[in-house]
């Protein structure tokens, strides 16, 4: 109960200062015009994403920035700004790629995709590594198909007792707030129109 509280006064809170720097910013506008200033806040830092939160039970974006085998990972996430994404309420079930599934791409490959021009196709790759449901790894077993955040299919498959996701192997699950971090031994890229 304190938890929500607190979340519900920080989210206040939040909004008073976001809607105080607005005012502030209007204020100030032509004083920063005369500075050649940027504007301070943007949308692409704003949303429950940028939050911090200590108490509650890690989201998949924050397993994400915790873990030093996803700095790929986050890079890209950041790129395609879809942080605000990832801290939903879920379920998500998130099929994370290590940095060494990163590196086996293609070289050039990562480079390519952080440009800021091809902030769309990075969006759809990493919109097929998310999924809507919250399921183990045994029990996707269960699965021969799952219906992507990109709105394609991936396939499941089960190897040796191993599962696969579109190719790449489950080596990790962490149960995160909004849902589970499936780690993935490869990126996994969505098929071609």
Same mark, same amino acid.
């Given at each position: 109960?304190?938890?929500?509280?607190?979340?519900?006064?920080?989210?206040?809170?939040?909004?008073?200062?976001?809607?105080? *720097?607005?005012?502030?910013?209007?204020?100030?506008? =032509?004083?920063?015009?005369?500075?050649?200033?940027?504007?301070?806040? =943007? /949308?692409?830092?704003?949303?429950? %994403?940028? !939050? /911090?939160?200590? /108490?509650?039970?890690?989201?998949?974006?924050?397993? %994400?920035?915790? *873990? $030093?085998?996803?700095?790929?990972?986050?890079?890209?996430?950041?790129?395609?700004?879809?942080?605000?994404?990832?801290?939903?309420?879920? &379920?998500?079930?998130?099929? %994370? +790629?290590?940095?060494?599934?990163?590196?086996?791409?293609?070289?050039?490959?990562?480079?390519?995709?952080?440009?800021?021009? #091809?902030?769309?196709?990075?969006? #759809?790759?990493?919109?097929?590594?998310?999924? &809507?449901? #919250?399921? =183990?790894?045994?029990?996707?077993?269960?699965?021969?198909?799952?219906?992507?955040?990109?709105?394609?299919?991936?396939?499941?498959?089960?190897?040796?007792?191993?599962?696969?996701?579109?190719?790449?192997? !489950?080596?990790? *699950? !962490? +149960?995160?707030? #909004?849902?589970?971090?499936?780690?993935? $031994?490869?990126? !996994?890229? &969505?098929?071609?129109?």
């Amino acid at each position: 109960m304190k938890s929500t509280i607190k979340l519900r006064m920080m989210g206040l809170f939040a909004l008073l200062t976001i809607t105080s *720097s607005c005012k502030n910013a209007t204020q100030n506008e =032509s004083k920063e015009a005369t500075h050649n200033k940027p504007n301070v806040a =943007s /949308e692409y830092t704003k949303g429950q %994403a940028f !939050i /911090e939160d200590d /108490e509650s039970t890690p989201n998949v974006l924050q397993i %994400a920035l915790q *873990s $030093d085998d996803h700095t790929t990972l986050v890079a890209a996430v950041q790129a395609a700004q879809l942080e605000n994404v990832l801290v939903n309420a879920g &379920p998500l079930m998130v099929f %994370a +790629p290590t940095n060494a599934a990163f590196d086996a791409l293609p070289e050039g490959t990562v480079e390519d995709l952080l440009k800021p021009e #091809n902030k769309e196709s990075l969006a #759809n790759i990493l919109k097929y590594h998310v999924t &809507p449901g #919250n399921y =183990s790894k045994d029990f996707l077993k269960n699965f021969k198909k799952l219906g992507q955040a990109n709105d394609q299919n991936v396939a499941v498959e089960t190897k040796e007792g191993e599962v696969y996701v579109g190719g790449a192997k !489950i080596i990790a *699950s !962490i +149960p995160a707030g #909004n849902g589970i971090v499936h780690v993935v $031994d490869k990126v !996994i890229l &969505p098929p071609t129109p």
